[in-house]
């Protein structure tokens, strides 16, 4: 088999191979932790090096499929998304779970996340014609997420869970309304309805590699971030009943 070089200026090919390594590295940290954090967090941080396992899979597929084919492994960034999106969720219920969190909050999080990739996935390769339509929608199941963590019952649940979970809640809150808002822009940049119909990147094979790398730092911040603010909170909440 043919070695494939990455090129010095091959940027997504360079931030698929960062990525691989980085969410390897994340979940060995994140699976070695779990023995030495207190019963109660196990649970959660475990998931962290989960989300980080199963982005790192698919990670090092996406980095060997795009240096060989040099197109966007669309369809696996999905898969991705789907099994790990809904494990985020399930980062909050756990940590809202002591202050009564029902299964019934995991199931609304998990279905409007479910929405929110679904409708992504069709506008980006099944309907691209009608990406602006899609990515309305897609963003609309988006902000009722926001809103449950910000305003909604995850927020009320945190507040009575004490003040570190609180805090986390607070943290986890942000990564969703400012580090998830980094993919809208990446489908922005790579759909051929632009912002509603204005193309920030005229040159297709450019928006599409654009739309890669913004997806590609999204997923190092979102998901390593995100697993270590949970690691943080089973530390500092250790001796909170
Ligand atoms: C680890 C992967 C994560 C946290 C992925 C998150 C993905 C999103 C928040 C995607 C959102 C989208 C919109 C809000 C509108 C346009 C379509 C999407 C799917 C890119």
Not at 8 to 21: C, E, L, P, Q, R
Not at 124 to 129: A, H, N
């Amino acid at each position: 088999m043919d070695h494939v070089k990455i090129a010095s200026d091959n940027y997504v090919a360079f931030t698929f191979f960062i990525g691989t390594m980085a969410m390897m590295a994340a979940s060995v940290f994140f699976f070695f932790e779990v023995n030495n954090t207190s019963k109660k967090w196990r649970t959660s941080v475990l998931v962290s090096g989960i989300i980080t396992f199963i982005a790192a899979v698919h990670y090092y597929y996406m980095r060997g499929y795009n240096l060989a084919t040099g197109d966007s492994p669309t369809f696996f960034r999905y898969v991705d998304w789907i099994l790990t999106v809904p494990l985020m969720c399930v980062e909050f219920y756990l940590i809202t779970k002591k202050a009564g969190a029902k299964i019934a909050l995991l199931w609304q999080l998990i279905f409007a996340s479910l929405v929110m990739l679904i409708t992504g996935y069709v506008g980006e390769v099944l309907d691209s014609g009608n990406s602006v339509l899609w990515g309305v929608i897609s963003g609309l199941a988006y902000f009722y997420i926001v809103y449950l963590i910000w305003f909604g019952e995850v927020a009320k649940l945190a507040q009575k869970a004490g003040p570190q979970v609180e805090q986390a809640t607070r943290i986890l809150a942000w990564f969703v309304l400012v580090g998830w808002a980094i993919y809208p822009l990446g489908y922005i940049l790579g759909t051929p309805g632009g912002l509603f119909g204005v193309k920030l990147v005229s040159d297709p094979a450019a928006a599409i590699r654009a739309m890669d790398i913004v997806y590609n730092i999204a997923d190092a911040i979102n998901k390593i971030g995100f697993g270590l603010v949970i690691y943080a909170l089973s530390r500092s909440a250790e001796d909170e009943s």
